[in-house]
């Protein structure tokens, strides 16, 4: 199985602030990276994908970026709607892993 | 735009079979564009994919459920399953289906259902 390591695994923020999640793959997915926010209760939400790729509908406050092993998911500005738990998921293997979640709380 | 909808018992005896429903409007579960995947979430805990299966036939499944996960497919219904039998406590979670890009990412979503294992 590829592991998928998130980091860190909470972090504390404020509104405006830029927040960097970082994933990294236990080997080489080249850009089969997917990254998703979640909110209590709800099913997550697809914000970027190909690593880089915005979903549409998706505000352009969010980016991602890298390939191979290290990966990086930003937040340029925090939005109070941000606070939440986001996922990295590798698509590279026909067996999905997800990150264990980073939780960005206020 | 694809919807998704969970459907099942909430409750499930232990060492009984766990069945689901998903039922997909706005595509067709024989799609070529699309694969459909089952995702679970226990409480308080992180996402654990289960398994994805193509319009093609092929099937793939998390390695520590393999050998107790099923899924198939009812075109006619527009609807995929899941069995996921010889549950335990350990088995209660969120369970999520969602449709799968091969560009990428899971943009469909269910709403997910709660399924509790206890007797």
């Known amino acids: 199985d590829i592991r998928m390591t998130q980091s860190p695994s909470s972090l504390s923020a404020s509104v405006g602030d830029r927040v960097t999640i970082t994933c990294r793959a236990s080997?080489?997915?080249?850009?089969?990276l997917n990254w998703y926010q979640q909110k209590p209760g709800k099913a997550p939400k697809l914000l970027i994908y190909g690593a880089s790729s915005l979903q549409s509908g998706v505000p352009s406050g969010f980016s991602g970026s890298g390939s191979g092993t290290d990966f990086t998911l930003t937040i340029s500005s925090l939005q109070p709607e941000d606070f939440a738990t986001y996922y990295c998921q590798q698509s590279f293997s026909t067996t999905w892993t997800f990150g264990q979640g980073t939780k960005v709380e206020i | 735009q694809l919807h998704l909808q969970e459907s099942g018992p909430g409750l499930v005896t232990p060492s009984e079979t766990l069945s689901l429903t998903c039922t997909v409007s706005?595509?067709?579960?024989?799609?070529?564009?699309?694969?459909w995947v089952w995702i679970r979430q226990p409480p308080g805990m992180g996402l654990e994919w289960i398994g994805s299966?193509?319009?093609?036939?092929?099937?793939y499944y998390n390695p520590s459920l393999k050998s107790r996960v099923t899924t198939s497919v009812d075109t006619s219904k527009n609807q995929f399953s899941l069995k996921l039998s010889s549950v335990t406590a350990a088995d209660t979670a969120l369970y999520f289906c969602a449709s799968a890009r091969f560009t990428g990412g899971s943009p469909s979503w269910g709403q997910g259902i709660l399924v509790t294992v206890s007797s």
């Open positions: 080997q080489n997915i080249g850009d089969h």
């Open positions: 706005g595509g067709s579960v024989s799609s070529s564009s699309y694969y």
């Open positions: 299966f193509y319009s093609s036939g092929s099937t």
